[in-house]
T-cell receptor
Framework: DAGVIQSPRHEVTEMGQEVTLRCKPISGHNSLFWYRQTMMRGLELLIYFNNNVPIDDSGMPEDRFSAKMPNASFSTLKIQPSEPRDSAVYFCASSSQNLNTEAFFGQGTRLTVV | KNQVEQSPQSLIILEGKNCTLQ??????????LRWYKQDTGRGPVSLTIMTFSENTKSNGRYTATLDADTKQSSLHITASQLSDSASYIC??????????????FGQGTELSVKP
């Protein structure tokens, strides 16, 4: 398995534009997590899905952020409209439904909003 | 409130020396505790994962301990190597079985190993 695959690896966009980040979890994993990492705040959980259903989205900072998981093999995180303070590295992770298995992280998407 | 706190924030050691990183948590319901290593520009990679009943777990030169009573964990690195330079993140899983769990991250300890 290729692991968790995120795209794009880097994204530079202008303030106000829509940004869509993509994630393909490891096949067979039931849980998917979206995280944001900045120097100031470290890793923050934005939202997590279990069996394609959003379980906890309390970390989503604003209505500008939305996430979907239309099927078990694909998820998106959308920011509309984007702002400079959204600049961060966004990680997607997946794990099996058993709580005591590790979560595997993708390589992340480095987002820069200018 | 679910929280994970790590210390020290950063650490510099000489190659070959040992070091210990600390993690305190207040997370409920507790499911497991993990230590991750994150190299610059990469995603975190799991080192160890421990459940409530486990006190210690090793992965090569990395040894993690867990005291569920005091809600403390440590990560001991033996005979450090230059490649150990990274951020080490303590993560506690708070969740309900069959709902995947929620990972609570510490801020990390930035370890720098110097020759």
């Amino acid at each position: 398995d290729a692991g968790v695959i995120q795209s794009p690896r880097h994204e530079v966009t202008e303030m106000g534009q829509e940004v869509t980040l993509r994630c393909k979890p490891i096949s067979g994993h039931n849980s998917l997590f979206w995280y944001r990492q900045t120097m100031m705040r470290g890793l923050e959980l934005l939202i997590y899905f279990n069996n394609n259903v959003p379980i906890d989205d309390s970390g989503m900072p604003e209505d500008r952020f939305s996430a979907k998981m239309p099927n078990a093999s694909f998820s998106t995180l959308k920011i509309q409209p984007s702002e400079p303070r959204d600049s961060a590295v966004y990680f997607c992770a997946s794990s099996s439904q058993n709580l005591n298995t590790e979560a595997f992280f993708g390589q992340g998407t480095r987002l820069t909003v200018v | 409130k679910n929280q994970v706190e790590q210390s020290p924030q950063s650490l510099i050691i000489l190659e070959g020396k040992n070091c210990t990183l600390q993690c305190n948590y207040t997370v409920s319901p507790f499911s497991n505790l993990r230590w991750y290593k994150q190299d610059t520009g990469r995603g975190p990679v799991s080192l160890t994962i421990m459940t409530f009943s486990e006190n210690t777990k090793s992965n090569g030169r990395y040894t993690a301990t867990l005291d569920a009573d005091t809600k403390q964990s440590s990560l001991h690195i033996t005979a450090s190597q230059l490649s150990d330079s990274a951020s080490y993140i303590c993560v506690v899983s708070a969740g309900i079985y069959n709902q995947g769990g929620k990972l609570i991250f510490g801020q990390g300890t930035e370890l720098s190993v110097k020759p």
